[in-house]
């Protein structure tokens, strides 16, 4: 079981910016970002493969950038012009590789999730 752990979360005026960070255990080939706000289902936000190739939800395209760092084991969310929708969990996981890494292939392990807010 890989332990995830992110940091980074807070309450941010909209149009401001946040950097979410999550430490894993041991580096993996696939790797995403979700967040879940109340009574939403959880959303695939961005994932990232060893070779850093990033994918994106098309509602953070040109807001978020995922990145990583395989050395420390660290990925990483910048998140620009947030918007008060943005507002939820964010978790980080690893997600199964299927030939190629998406934040549609199956999770196997969740960090505890760090609380965004953003207000309007």
């Known amino acids: 079981q890989v332990q995830l752990v992110e940091s980074g979360g807070g309450s941010v005026q909209a149009g401001g910016s946040l950097r979410l960070s999550c430490a894993a255990s041991?580096?993996?080939?696939?790797m995403g970002w979700f967040r879940q706000a109340p009574g939403k289902e959880r959303e695939g936000v961005a994932s990232?493969?060893?070779?850093?190739?990033?994918r994106y939800a098309d509602s953070v395209l040109g807001r978020f950038t995922i990145s990583q760092d395989n050395a420390k084991k660290s990925l990483f969310l910048q998140m620009i012009s947030l918007k008060p929708e943005d507002s939820a969990m964010y978790y980080c996981a690893t997600l199964a590789w299927v030939g190629y890494c998406s934040s549609a292939n199956r999770p196997y392990s969740w960090g505890q999730g760090t609380q965004v807010n953003v207000s309007s």
């Open positions: 041991v580096s993996t080939s696939c």
């Open positions: 990232i493969d060893r070779d850093g190739r990033p």
